[in-house]
């Protein structure tokens, strides 16, 4: 009986392990999807999560000026810290991440454990108003992601700021418990959404 035999490969051995070295080199260099997130150190971020860190950050100077219950702004920290822990595993380098929570644990440790956690913001702070925290954060994100031109992200960002800020007019004009805010704060929102109803125009054409 005639037998077939397959011919031996006459590629080099030599030549085969270098391919092998070769395509693990490759595999090596290549970096996790998110990588680059692990090496920025500063500037704004396409993040709404380090936006709405952001925010909470800088409530927290004026509601230690008014003298916000503490319980209140005990509580808000623990989940602003929590926060920030997230973002810092996301982003090591970031400089201001480690900051923020710095300054935020300082004040945890000044307030102790035992603190009334029923206290409530008191009326006018601002640091209280959610409409407040997503229509900053909206306007600012989507700034950072026109900025990269994902123009699908600043769109919905820019949307979200001015639909928060819409809610926040109706209620200055309704006089909706508007009291204690700051004209500066009222003037701020009358601003933003002005410009980001044209960002959200401007943006809708590029999405």
Partial sequence: MKRWVVPASRTPVWVLAFVVLALAATALRAG???DDDKNVTSGDLKDR????????????????KEHQPEGA????????????????????????????????????????????RHDSFKPGCLW?????????????CGKAAAADKDWPMALDCFRESSKQC??????????????????????????????????????????
């Fill in 32 to 34: 996790g999807l998110y």
């Fill in 73 to 116: 702004i005990g509580m808000a920290l623990i989940s602003e810290v929590r926060l920030l822990d997230d973002l810092i595993k996301k982003y090591p380098k970031y400089e201001d991440l480690k900051k923020w929570r710095d300054k935020e644990v300082a004040i945890q440790k000044k307030i102790g454990e035992d603190f009334n």
């Fill in 166 to 207: 819409g809610f926040l007019l109706k209620r200055i004009d309704d006089n909706d418990h508007v009291d204690n805010w700051p004209d500066s704060f009222k003037q701020w929102v009358r601003d933003t959404k002005e410009e980001a109803d044209k960002l959200r125009d401007e943006t809708q054409k590029k999405a």
């Fill in 49 to 64: 999560d380090y936006w709405r860190a952001k925010w909470a950050y800088e409530q927290i100077d004026p509601a230690i």
């Fill in 128 to 140: 209280n108003e959610y409409a407040y925290r997503e229509a900053y954060v909206g306007l600012n």
